[in-house]
């Protein structure tokens, strides 16, 4: 069998993690699988204990570490290791430095995928440091979202053979950028851990009966998923008189404690609730009466699946691929990004008892399922 090593940077509970498990599940039997982790954090699927987990040197670690930490004082010892880590980066030691390190300690296989999802210095660390045939990147977002343009395309396929994406939108938006022939749409494979949904748990929302129930599955990164607009879209209810809803949202990242500190100063802790990291989500999404996200973009979230899967409804900001993922009036609603549109209509929405009835019992929970690309068949 084919050695195949995946590039991530953690198995922190997130959708790009369980569309890689998802992935996993669905070839394991082609491949002789390893995971390459920047951050060696355990993972507790008891299906997967048995992949490899490789890392790169501590070095390299380090440079991708402290490259994108986020500071919040020029002053920090965190912001003066950012600026040196980017003065090496940038640096021909370091090109010098990997060139030498990959030549005596370099990773080996027949297919690489960098399965971070988006271009980075990691990109370059790859380049000397993988030794493959076959290179390749997997896109989860919209590529002009997350720095990909023409200059950085050009780069990023002198590294990679093939790109493959997870919506034909998204190959439609990369091919204005390249000419490339090689990009594939392979949709995330939604990874459901049956050891955690066989376990019987009491529903986490019984505090919140007879109110309608917001859940939102999100990584706190408030300039891309945009979490500070629960918080508007609560003052903007409450103000018109609507009580009977809450915002429920789980995750963690770097804006965590600045949503908490908003909450707390509009005095919302009963109507936006923050759960933090959980591991199994399944019970919440069970008992949730819609998924929510209010993403600036999005590629094709897992979450959304993960509802799809339990009969429940999507309310979603408008994202490139969104009409691959929900039908609009259907099974879920697509609203436009501006916040005027975002409040008016979780006002109409909740107003309107047979709106919301119509979406809760609706039979057909499953988007508009097109033909994508089998990975099996490419690689």
């Given amino acids: 069998m084919k050695k195949l090593i995946f590039f991530i940077n953690n198995f922190n509970p997130g959708g790009v993690q369980n569309s890689l498990m998802g992935l996993i599940n669905s070839i394991r039997e082609n491949y002789i699988i390893s995971i390459i982790l920047n951050e060696k954090h355990l993972i ?31 002053f920090s010892l965190s912001f003066f290791l950012k600026v040196l880590s980017r003065l090496i980066v940038y640096s021909k030691l370091f090109d010098i430095f990997l060139f030498i390190h990959g030549k005596f300690f370099s990773f080996d296989c027949e297919l690489f995928i960098s399965y971070i999802g988006m271009p980075g210095i990691w990109d370059k660390i790859i380049k000397y440091r993988v030794n493959s ?8 977002n919209d590529p002009e979202k997350i720095g990909v343009n023409k200059n950085t395309a050009k780069v990023l396929f002198k590294i990679y053979s093939y790109v493959v ?59 891309s998923k945009a979490i500070d607009r629960f918080i508007i879209v609560s003052n903007f209810l409450i103000n018109k008189g609507i009580k009977n809803f809450v915002f429920n949202i789980i995750g963690n990242g770097g804006d965590f404690f600045y949503i ?25 999404i069970q008992n949730c009466t819609f998924g929510v996200l209010l993403s600036k973009y999005e590629g094709m979230p897992v979450f ?23 039908i609009d009036g259907i099974n879920g609603l697509i609203i436009p ?3 005027e549109s975002i409040c008016n209509s979780f006002y109409y929405l909740l107003i309107d008892k047979p709106k919301i009835e119509s979406l809760i019992n609706h039979p057909n929970h499953l988007s508009t399922i097109q033909k994508v690309d089998d990975f099996n068949k490419i690689f």
Avoid: A
């Fill in 44 to 74: 507790k699927d008891i299906e997967f204990t048995n992949i490899p987990i490789l890392q790169f040197s501590f070095f390299e670690r380090f440079m991708l570490k402290y490259y994108y930490q986020k500071t919040y004082s020029i």
């Fill in 165 to 223: 994406v997870i919506s034909y939108k998204i190959k439609e938006t990369l091919l204005k950028l390249i000419d490339k022939e090689k990009i594939y749409v392979v949709y995330n494979k939604l990874y459901i851990n049956k050891f955690e949904l066989s376990k019987k748990s009491n529903n986490p929302f019984t505090s919140q009966e007879n109110k309608i129930v917001f859940l939102s599955i999100s990584r706190f990164q408030n300039d």
């Fill in 133 to 140: 045939k076959t290179k390749l990147i997997w896109l989860h």
């Fill in 260 to 284: 908490k500190n908003l909450i707390e100063t509009n005095n919302l802790k009963n109507n936006v609730i923050l759960h933090g990291e959980i591991r199994n989500p399944y019970n919440y």
């Fill in 304 to 326: 959304f699946e993960e509802c799809k899967y339990f009969g429940k409804p999507i309310i979603t900001t408008n994202y490139l691929s969104v009409n691959e993922q929900v």
């Fill in 337 to 339: 990004q501006d916040i």
